[in-house]
């Protein structure tokens, strides 16, 4: 079993809707990355969050650390949402080394 | 903006080449780090710089080498190429833990 799992693995919406993606880990974290990752392009970061709920336009990004779970929302979806949405989870062990773990990714497609 | 550039987005090279992908960044970030990208099992990590000529193993580290002569550049090497290592490679960069920047990626086809 993963460390970090996600849900769904894919997910296709129609234009306007509200999307959810969640993120499920393990282990004890100090923080989590949700990653955007367009087809063919790089990674991009979308938020770091270690508690509570942050909001960058449309979307939104909420952590429960007592439940180990989190969760990536857009709202008013459109096509160019269309991407892969990772998050990954840093460990708060280990000491000064950073081994983030990654989930699989969700990959969304928002249709016109 | 944080600038994390790899040198080749496309790369095509064959069974026992050794090949290089280098990447740069431009933010003076201490950790560096090699992730090889494949459909169903994620970004796995080859290896990590944490600064300048350390360097240490991450999951997968096999068949790799990595240099960091200098702060702003981290080599991957594959020294012996093979079809097995035929997949998109990332590079990141971050100061602290988080976040990490990401580059554009390099897909590499090994034939």
């Known amino acids: 079993k993963n460390e970090v799992e996600q849900s769904p693995q894919n997910l296709t919406a129609q234009e306007g809707e509200f999307i959810t993606i969640n993120c499920s880990y393990s282990v004890g974290i100090s923080a989590l990355h949700w990653l955007q990752q367009h087809p063919g392009g790089g990674i991009v970061s979308l938020f770091m969050l270690s508690s509570g709920k942050k909001k960058h336009g449309r979307l939104i990004a909420t952590i429960n650390i007592q439940e180990k779970h989190s969760s990536l929302h857009i709202t008013a979806s459109h096509p160019r949402d269309s991407a892969v949405y990772i998050c990954?989870?840093?460990?708060?062990?280990?000491?000064?080394?950073?081994?983030?773990?990654f989930g699989t990714g969700t990959l969304l497609a928002v249709q016109p | 903006d944080v600038k994390v550039t790899q040198s080749s987005r496309y790369l095509v090279k064959r069974t026992g080449e050794k090949v290089f992908l280098e990447c740069v960044q431009d933010m003076d970030h201490e950790n560096m780090f090699w992730y090889r990208q494949d459909p169903g099992l994620g970004l796995r990590l080859i290896y990590f710089s944490y600064d300048v000529k350390m360097k240490e193993k991450g999951d997968i580290p096999e068949g790799y080498s990595v240099s960091r002569e200098k702060k702003e550049r981290f080599s991957l090497i594959l020294e012996s190429a093979s079809t097995n290592q035929t997949s998109m490679y990332l590079c990141a960069s971050s100061l602290e833990i988080l976040p990490l920047h990401f580059g554009n990626g390099t897909r590499l086809t090994v034939t």
């Open positions: 990954a989870a840093a460990p708060n062990y280990g000491g000064a080394t950073n081994k983030l773990i």
